[in-house]
């Protein structure tokens, strides 16, 4: 009977042991199991979170690749503009190589036409002149003496003689000023005199289509208005090739 309460006693004690130590297995499962969940959710979250950054990356990236496929769009297009651009310069700067040859060939076949004539050009100030008898005048006067009438007729018959040279005759004056209410000016005086000198070319023979005149006034002096001897010289008509490059300056 002794033996019989013993191993009661032991059996209770061990089953009570048994159900203490199961308790805490079952404790420490259980936190063990809501540490993992916690964790799996904390990765799930961060997978979430990457895949949403991830989307969003491909996102920005895709709308990066098509802003610059259309730079790079616009770019070529810019390219093909200049392209164009240059061909059309180029072409250009051909149509003037050509102008100037012709200018170059019209302008020595001009030289050759005075030199063949018997007048001589001659550079003056970056201009070009006939060289012919100088016709110089008394202050005011646009008159023209016995030895102007001899050199304008040998003149005259230069002319006739080539009809493909043509002269454009220019009247200057002095800077002595007319009285107000006069009627007269410098500008007026300079055109009387080179308009002298075509009519008496005209009275002897010369084709109107190879004269022209015009009036500089005062405006380009070749002596010194402040002396006597300068302004002498610059009452003057002057004679200067006319030829007509009118052709050559228009634009196609």
Request: charged share 30%; with cysteine.
């Amino acid at each position: 009977m002794r033996l019989i309460a013993k191993l009661l006693i032991l059996t209770l004690a061990f089953g009570s042991l048994t159900a203490c130590v199961s308790k805490k297995k079952f404790d420490e499962l259980k936190a063990s199991k809501e540490a993992v969940d916690r964790a799996l959710a904390e990765t799930q979250a961060r997978v979430k979170a990457l895949e949403t950054q991830n989307a969003e990356l491909a996102s920005t990236l895709e709308a990066e690749k098509t802003r610059l496929n259309g730079e790079i769009a616009a770019i070529r297009k810019d390219l093909d503009a200049t392209k164009g651009e240059l061909n059309q310069v180029q072409s250009k700067l051909s149509m003037t190589e050509a102008e100037l040859a012709k200018l170059r060939a019209e302008i020595d076949g001009i030289f050759k036409t005075y030199k063949d004539s018997g007048l001589s050009l001659e550079q003056r100030g970056g201009r070009l002149y006939v060289v012919t008898a100088p016709v110089n005048y008394a202050s005011g006067s646009a008159s023209l003496n016995r030895s102007q009438r001899k050199a304008l007729d040998e003149l005259a018959m230069t002319l006739k003689n080539n009809p493909g040279v043509k002269i454009l005759v220019e009247g200057h004056t002095d800077n002595k000023q007319y009285a107000a209410g006069s009627g007269m000016d410098n500008w007026q005086l300079s055109v009387n005199r080179a308009m002298g000198v075509v009519r008496y070319l005209l009275r002897k023979g010369v084709k109107p289509d190879q004269v022209a005149a015009v009036g500089r006034g005062e405006n380009n002096p070749e002596g010194d208005n402040s002396t006597k001897e300068g302004r002498a010289k610059n009452r003057r008509t002057v004679v200067a090739p006319d030829p007509n490059l009118g052709s050559l300056m228009q634009q196609k």
